[in-house]
């Protein structure tokens, strides 16, 4: 039988995170952090099915105490390397700009005014110009997650691209259940049509966001979604290898000897998983 090749990994490489946004939606929510000594054995494995990319998200990857490390090691066995991250200012952003030229592609996330509110984030967009200066290539993007976006929000936006020329990502913010047992589930399909109407009127389509929309609307609805096609595995703090974050029945642990991991990779690369709004949003798959 033919070995299935992962495209690549996309990393969680903390369950803490001390900037705790109220909504955020992370898979793996505790204390343990990611070993280096594990990280660097899921990038030997992965590399033998032909994993070429990972993407280092978290948690807060910045505030991981071997960030540069994990960046350097990955860079090592030959892989594309990129962040998800909300870093500013002070170590974070040290902790950025020390690895910004190994990097392969860095997305800085934001969020909409009203996305802040519900969060209690200070994630704005205007903050992002000091990260996007600091790391001195345009090997980068600007994920904003949209909440009752107003004028204000796509002005902010409309500067950042004016002034860095980066690639934009949006996407609804999803809300948690306990946030959405305030709002009915038509109120809230009202404002992310709302916030999509204003995002076509000034910027034109986003695809990104209406297909999260759509799938939200499908969950809402209580559709079955589709069947997940990603190749990427996801590895957690823990060096627990996954098909899907969210999926912690179905995990595979990297430090099991070589012939176990590799019989457990080819089960989770043939497992049946269904794409949900929260892993749509998590994975962009
Ligand atoms: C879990 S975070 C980890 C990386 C890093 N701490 C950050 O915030 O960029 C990965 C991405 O998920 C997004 N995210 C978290 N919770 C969300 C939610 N409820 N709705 C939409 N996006 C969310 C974040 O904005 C970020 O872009
Ligand atoms: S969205 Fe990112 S910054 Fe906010 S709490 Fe989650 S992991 Fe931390």
Known sequence: M???????????????????CKFCLRADVGREALDLPTYARALS??????ATSVCLSGGEPTDHPDFLDLVRVSVQFGYACSVVTAAREGDRLKALSAAAGLLSHVTVS?????????GATARTVEGTAA????????????????????DDDV?????????????????PLLLTDHQLKKATAGAVRHQYTKDLDLLMSRFGLSARFRSAVDNLDRAVAGVLDRSCT?????LSPRGMLRRCPYDKADEVDVRQPRDGLAQGIRALHASHVLVGSRCALVCGE
Request: one cysteine or more; hydrophobic letters at 45%.
């Open 131 to 150: 990260v996007f200066e600091a790391l001195g290539h345009r090997r980068a993007s600007l994920h904003v997650t949209v909440w009752e976006l107003t």
């Open 230 to 234: 990603s190749d990427r595995l996801y």
């Open 155 to 171: 002005e902010a936006m409309a500067e950042i691209d004016e002034r860095f020329g980066v690639e934009f990502e949006l996407s």
């Open 110 to 118: 934001a969020d909409s005014l009203g996305a802040q509110r519900v």
């Open 45 to 50: 494995r992965c590399k033998e099915f032909g």
């Open 2 to 20: 033919r070995a299935p090749v992962i495209d690549g990994l996309l990393v969680a490489v903390d369950e803490r995170c001390e900037l705790g």
